[in-house]
């Protein structure tokens, strides 16, 4: 009867659904990482919901059994972990201090307890399998050898002198959304999980990364960097290292040459498995799948769509992947033994994001087209959303359709991509069109709910985006197609194809047709205005512009060098080739740059750069500098989404060809 009441409180709003409204996304609830106990009972998630009072997101824990029933909120913060016997949980959250610690909270109660009381943030942590220890990673600077003495001060005696100034010697001293970094290395650390004192366990030499795991009482596994060489990508210097609880001892158990990351231990703690390559010479490569025992590394698995997102033992010879293939989220099942593989879930194309797995039974969220992330158990056969969070809202409203279209390259490769209908769409009208671009570039779009797309489509727009050369979930030939050839004809033709593709069915108003894309997807938008004047106008967001100058500003200098094949000084020809700035003169289209003030990554000197450029070239612009954000234009403040959104569609409304 309760089940019946529900949906007949619902019809009400289905025969008056509406356009979607901006102010929806206020209420716009984000969920992820849901992890069930041992005893396959409840599962603990972070619930995402915006601060409207105070401009912020704001992250809670969360807590559900199975079947979806007794939902309720847990405690405020992140990285949750159960205890083995399932009834506490442990968490991170910053203590009265401003440091993030280890905290642990049981079920049923309303108290919290702090587990740990370190001097720097607690970055990751693991229980042991007794549920006695908690190991946990914690920041070390190393110690300053060079500050100089400024005579004069007298003991006793407060100066209110200029503070010391920064001493740089490395590549990669800042991180976008962290600004300056102090140089050192994360080190492990071992506390008994009611507390106390804590001892540090690993040494210099080895900077710990992420994946802290036990495969027994004795002995942790994790990723780590052991070359700590400055002049490279610091994520292709990743290994995976154990480390004994006794006697100290770290050994390298991935092998000697390559890069890997994400191990996973089995269910009798005899067998490691973890992705990786055994070249560091590519631009994007989908890592394979290995497992370490008796001492030997073997490769499992070649030629995926892409790197696993996640890796779950469902038993001691069979491993799940959650990996990106052809706009999907998909699950594969492996039998290491025979090194087969195949797909879970017949014909799926939503997304499913592998978090936990219970026996058989798989938790992640499930993400569609015209609906959010929800909290979802695939059985072996189907998947079951067993929370609705934003149904209510978005029931309200009619969205917009969206439909797969495929296509050929100019060198016949075949590029997928997506479009989404107006609401009341008829295929008699012209509509107007914005295309967007992804960044990455090495990434995928996918079909899943966005809602700044449905707000567009919302708006009378149809809106197109696909996934050009270069984007991943393709398969690693796929993705490095533009190794030291970004941006180049190849996507640039692969996305105006795209653009041909839906004009030609005949209901967009090509006087009517917009551009846009942050990072990546931004120096494509500045790409796309410099070789062709079909648009009528382009927003670039945060993006590159200027090769030469962005590489000794960005927090990822290394990476960036990776693009070309000789420095500049040697040859700036390349350099140039591909920086939109340099084709300013071919630009005609009316371009809105915008870029967060504290953007580390493409940095606000790439736009401002090319906003002057446009100035003097005499092409219609403006510059907006988006205040609380670093990268990307409205992720830290959900004010600023609002203001992304109206900036660019107030821009597209003044113009059409």
């Not at 071992?190 to 710990?208: E, F, H, R």
């Not at 149904?391 to 100019?410: D, H, R, V």
């Not at 740059?593 to 005499?618: C, H, N, S, Y």
């Amino acid at each position: 009867m309760k089940k019946l009441l529900f949906l007949l409180s619902l019809v009400p709003l289905i025969l008056s659904a509406k356009n979607l409204p901006p102010e929806g996304f206020w209420d716009i609830q984000d969920l992820s990482n849901p992890l069930i106990d041992q005893q396959g009972k409840n599962i603990i998630f972070m619930k995402k919901r915006i601060d409207k009072q105070n401009d912020k997101f704001v992250s809670e824990l969360w807590l559900t059994e199975t079947d979806g029933s007794n939902q309720r909120f847990f405690t405020k913060g992140s990285s949750p972990k159960w205890f083995p016997d399932a009834k506490k949980i442990a968490f991170i959250k910053k203590d009265e201090n401003e440091i993030a610690q280890v905290f642990s909270k049981s079920l049923g109660k309303e108290g919290t307890s702090q587990i740990t009381t370190h001097e720097t943030d607690v970055k990751e942590f693991s229980i042991s399998p007794d549920g006695k220890l908690i190991c946990f990673s914690a920041f070390h600077e190393y110690d300053d050898d060079w500050v100089v003495d400024i005579p004069g001060r007298k003991k006793g005696k407060q100066y209110n002198w200029t503070d010391e100034p920064k001493v740089v010697n490395t590549l990669h001293w800042r991180y976008d959304g962290k600004g300056e970094l102090e140089s050192g290395e994360n080190h492990l650390h071992l506390i008994g999980s009611n507390g106390g004192a804590s001892k540090k366990i690993s040494d210099w030499g080895v900077d710990y990364v992420s994946d802290l795991s036990w495969q027994d009482h004795e002995t942790v596994i994790f990723t780590g960097n052991g070359e700590l060489n400055d002049m490279l990508t610091p994520w292709k210097q990743t290994s995976i290292f154990s480390l004994h609880l006794g006697t100290k001892e770290v050994n390298r158990i991935s092998p000697l040459k390559g890069v890997y990351t994400r191990p996973e231990i089995s269910k009798n703690g005899k067998k490691i498995s973890f992705l990786g390559h055994s070249s560091r010479d590519f631009s994007s490569n989908a890592f394979d799948l290995w497992v370490y025992s008796n001492d030997l590394s073997r490769r499992i698995t070649t030629n995926l769509s892409s790197t696993p997102s996640k890796t779950v033992w469902l038993s001691d010879n069979e491993i799940v992947l959650n990996l990106d293939e052809k706009g999907s989220r998909k699950l594969k099942l492996v039998d290491i033994r025979n090194s087969k593989t195949r797909d879970l879930g017949n014909n799926f194309k939503d997304q499913f994001f592998l978090a936990s797995a219970y026996g058989k039974k798989l938790i992640g969220t499930l993400a569609t087209a015209d609906r959010p992330s929800e909290i979802a158990i695939f059985n072996g056969k189907s998947f079951e959303k067993i929370t609705k969070f934003n149904e209510l809202l978005l029931n309200q409203y009619e969205l917009g359709k969206t439909i797969e279209i495929n296509y050929k390259s100019k060198d016949n490769l075949d590029i997928q991509g997506w479009y989404i209908l107006p609401p009341e769409f008829r295929e008699d009208k012209k509509y107007p069109l914005v295309l967007i671009i992804h960044g990455g570039p090495h990434a995928m779009y996918r079909a899943q709910f966005n809602y700044l797309w449905h707000q567009f489509a919302s708006d009378g727009y149809v809106v197109l985006f696909t996934n050009p050369r270069g984007s991943t979930g393709y398969g690693s030939k796929f993705a490095n197609i533009i190794d030291n050839d970004y941006p180049g004809e190849g996507d640039l033709a692969d996305l105006l194809n795209g653009v041909d593709q839906i004009t030609r069915m005949g209901f967009i108003n090509e006087n009517k047709m917009y551009v846009q894309g942050c990072s990546g997807g931004g120096i494509l938008t500045a790409w796309v205005v410099a070789h062709d004047d079909r648009f009528a106008a382009a927003a670039s967001l945060c993006p590159v512009t200027n090769w030469i100058s962005m590489v000794g500003t960005t927090d990822i200098p290394a990476w960036t060098f990776e693009w070309f094949d000789v420095p500049y000084w040697e040859d700036p020809s390349s350099w140039l080739d591909r920086s939109p700035i340099m084709r300013t003169g071919h630009i005609k289209t009316p371009t809105l740059m915008m870029t967060g003030i504290q953007d580390l990554r493409t940095p606000m000197a790439q736009t401002e750069e090319m906003f002057v450029a446009l100035k003097q070239a005499g092409v219609p612009t403006t510059l907006i500098r988006m205040n609380g954000e670093w990268h990307g234009t409205g992720r830290r403040k959900p004010t600023n989404w609002f203001r992304t959104y109206r900036y660019l569609s107030e821009w597209y409304n003044k113009y059409e060809r």
